[in-house]
């Protein structure tokens, strides 16, 4: 059974996976970073995003930052993330870097692109396939009662809210016509 996924996205704005039966490990915590480097370039791809690059320095200060959350296991922003966008999650399960990716990505289903704009409810999507961002680092770690935390570092952050932002970075998805 699946228990509750939860997420937080901000403004400016892991990795061991276990199998739990036997407590053995199936990623590296690389392995986990590739795969969700490889969701974020599949999904920001579909948006015309150029491809994003894993920085390891991102990468450990994320990790850093999702030890921290797994230790005090509460769910909120760094206060000192600096100029990088930053998505957030918490499982109460094991999860695969694919899963989160996926449930971030989901608030697609909310965006009005008729509307541009930062929401609450779309705002890890956003952060996912903002045009001008580089650089994303991964992080995940688990806490003591074997729920995980997983964080995103994106550089530059995305989620800007002055006029035109949303417009030039966040597009909608293409359509692909079949021949036949």
Known sequence: MRLPFYGLVSHPLGLDLHEPALGKQLFTPDQFAEEVLRSHNEYRRRHQAPPLKLSSKLSREATRYAESLASTRILKHSASRGSCGENLAWASYDQSGK??????????????????????????????????????????????????????????????????????????????????
């Not at 779309?122 to 935390?149: N, Q, Y």
């Open 99 to 180: 899963d989160v990716a996926d449930r971030w990505y989901n608030e697609v289903k909310n965006y009005n692109y008729n509307r541009p704009g930062f929401s609450s409810g779309t705002g890890h999507f956003t952060a996912m396939v903002w045009r001008s961002t580089k650089k994303l680092g991964v992080g995940k770690a688990e806490a003591t009662d074997g729920s995980t935390f997983v964080v995103a570092r994106y550089f530059p952050a995305g989620n800007i809210t002055n006029q035109g932002h949303f417009e030039a970075n966040v597009l909608p998805p293409k359509t692909t016509l079949l021949r036949f």
